[in-house]
């Protein structure tokens, strides 16, 4: 394997900034990868950094490593010249697969976004020299360059990162940065058409925690997003309720509790249709998860309720976006088991119904 030799920074120390940038001059930078985290919001908050570092390397190749789902979001962006999907856990013939991928494609510089022990090792047995990341993680002696955390929201965190490789980030936030392509906006018109809503000013409920959340994790009740729902409905707005495969029999009570007029599309989308579909929307309310960030991603208004996670730390971005939270002794807690939640209980419909209705009145943008 063949290494660069352009003047990086050496640390014998794990938990110090650098003096300078590790990567002094870019130009020698060929080849970088990225490692990404394993959620669409993680994925989303890392755009700005994304971005600093293109800029940053405009002549490197840039090789982001995500979750196979992951793709549908970010290939349409340009932001990566190659996408490199991460093997399922426990799958030996493809995890050693990718790790002969990994090696073929001769990195200098590794960038780890994730804070996964198997990120780390997926860029030492790469062979990458450079392998940039944070201290916080499991086997940080396995980078070259630990970088303590620093900054309070997740896009700062990442941003810090990217600066200490000379990057100068020009955005800070997410807000606005997702795109829609022609065929993303076709096949959710299908999916639309098939639920009989196309061509209805629709808002969206999302309830999903996403796939394989703990129960009880985040979740506001039922009846609290019926009453949003009805509301809507009076409104003339189609309650499009969201979800995957595992939230189907949820979400099928609440249309039940909503009333004739509201749909289930769980489990029934694709992660680039829902995006299409999302972008459609007057306006999104859901709990802290996924559909949140893309909506506010998209610049489509967005109502995002908040308990047991920090919103100083993964809130929705954009001028479009309500956050929703009640202050508790406990809170933040990040318990997935808290008995009663009542930091999510505590939210009341009326308030929520009342943000909806003053984005609504704001005109704020959400396609029709």
């Given amino acids: 394997m063949s290494e660069s030799h352009q003047p990086i920074q050496s640390t014998d120390a794990t938990d110090r900034e650098f003096d300078g940038p590790i990567v002094r001059d870019p130009s020698a930078i060929k080849r970088i990868a990225v490692f990404h985290l394993n959620g669409v919001g993680d994925l989303l908050f890392s755009l700005p950094a994304l971005v600093a570092i293109r800029e940053r390397f405009p002549s490197s190749r840039i090789t982001s490593i995500i979750r196979r789902h992951l793709r549908e979001p970010l290939e349409p962006l340009g932001l990566a010249d190659e996408i490199l999907p991460r093997p399922r856990r426990g799958d030996i013939p493809a995890v050693l697969s990718f790790l002969r991928s990994l090696r073929r494609h001769r990195f200098d510089l590794a960038v780890l976004f994730s804070q996964s022990a198997s990120a780390n090792i997926y860029a030492l047995l790469s062979g990458t020299r450079i392998r940039v990341g944070f201290i916080d993680t499991i086997f940080p002696w396995l980078l070259s360059h630990p970088i303590p955390l620093r900054g309070i929201s997740s896009t700062a965190k990442l941003l810090h990162l990217a600066e200490q490789l000379g990057a100068e980030p020009q955005k800070r936030d997410y807000a606005g940065m ?39 994790y985040k979740t506001w009740p039922l009846d609290n997003f019926a009453a949003v729902g009805k509301h809507f409905l009076r409104k003339g707005l189609v309650p499009v309720v ?127």
């Fill in 242 to 368: 969201i979800g995957t495969a595992t939230d189907v029999k949820q979400t099928r009570l609440l249309t039940e509790k909503i009333g004739q007029g509201a749909v289930s599309l769980a489990g029934k989308t694709r992660l680039d249709e829902l995006i299409a579909i999302i972008q459609r929307a007057k306006l999104l309310v859901g709990i802290d998860s996924g559909p949140v960030h893309i909506a506010a991603a998209l610049g489509v208004p967005v109502v995002a309720l908040y308990g047991p996670t920090d919103p100083a730390v993964t809130g929705v971005r954009g001028d479009g976006s309500i956050i929703i939270r009640k202050e508790m002794p406990c809170s933040p807690c990040r318990k997935p088991t808290c008995e009663g939640r009542p930091c999510m209980t505590a939210i009341t419909p009326e308030e929520v119904i009342a943000a909806a209705e003053k984005l609504i009145e704001s005109g704020a943008p959400g396609e029709q």
């Fill in 178 to 216: 997702l795109k829609v392509s022609d065929s993303q906006r076709q096949r959710a018109n299908c999916v639309l058409d098939q639920a009989g809503v196309n061509g209805q000013s629709f808002a969206v409920l999302s309830i999903t925690q996403g796939p394989g959340a703990m129960p009880l």
